[in-house]
């Protein structure tokens, strides 16, 4: 009698075992599950926040140097341009007034600006310039260029020009449009 109640202790000690087991085995398969929801959950919201990154990235790029009165998304080199001379000559000298700018494209007045650049020999970074400077014969390129160089009447017509361009909001700005 001694050994059945041994064997029925050692049987309820298994199932209890067994239980506990099973019980553990069961909370960490619970506590997983809900880590892999929680991650999946996160998983979501950071490519719900990448969607929206790249949503605001793509509208402020398109907003960027877009103005109101146009209808392009790029500048256009339109505009009757000189032919081995300046948009506006004497640039140089003397004081540019904004009503001599009313009647230049946005092209033709990015070009005027950095005209005052060129006639030190300012080497561009954009590629429109350089192409339009490097088929100036009146262009030879300075290696030891410096802003230094302009006068304080060439530096206010920089900035008078550049106030226009944004003035007007001129996509041609910051814009290279290549060669």
């Known amino acids: 009698m001694n050994s ?3 064997q029925i202790a050692v049987i309820i000690i298994l199932i209890v075992v067994v239980l506990i087991v099973a019980g ?12 892999q929801k929680k991650n999946q959950q996160l998983q ?12 605001n990235n793509n509208a402020n790029n ?28 004497g ?11 009313t009647n ?8 005027a600006r950095n005209e005052i650049y060129a006639r030190h020999g300012r080497t ?3 590629q429109d310039l350089a192409c339009y400077f490097s088929n100036q014969n009146w262009y030879t390129i300075n290696p030891n260029f410096s802003e230094s ?12 020009i550049l106030n226009y361009e944004k003035k007007i909001s001129s996509l041609c700005t910051d814009y290279d449009s290549g060669c």
């Open 4 to 6: 059945t109640k041994g």
């Open 24 to 35: 553990v085995g069961g909370l960490v398969y619970y506590k997983y599950s809900q880590s």
């Open 44 to 55: 979501s919201q950071v490519n719900d926040l990448q969607k929206q990154i790249n949503a």
């Open 62 to 89: 398109n907003a960027t140097n877009k103005p109101t009165n146009q209808t392009s998304t790029k500048c256009t080199k339109t505009g009757t341009m000189p032919t081995n001379g300046y948009v506006l000559s």
């Open 91 to 101: 640039s140089n000298s003397r004081l540019i007034a904004e009503s001599e700018l």
């Open 104 to 111: 230049l494209t946005p092209w033709q007045l990015k070009v």
């Open 124 to 126: 561009f970074v954009h």
């Open 149 to 160: 160089q302009l006068s304080s009447t060439e530096n206010k017509n920089v900035a008078t």
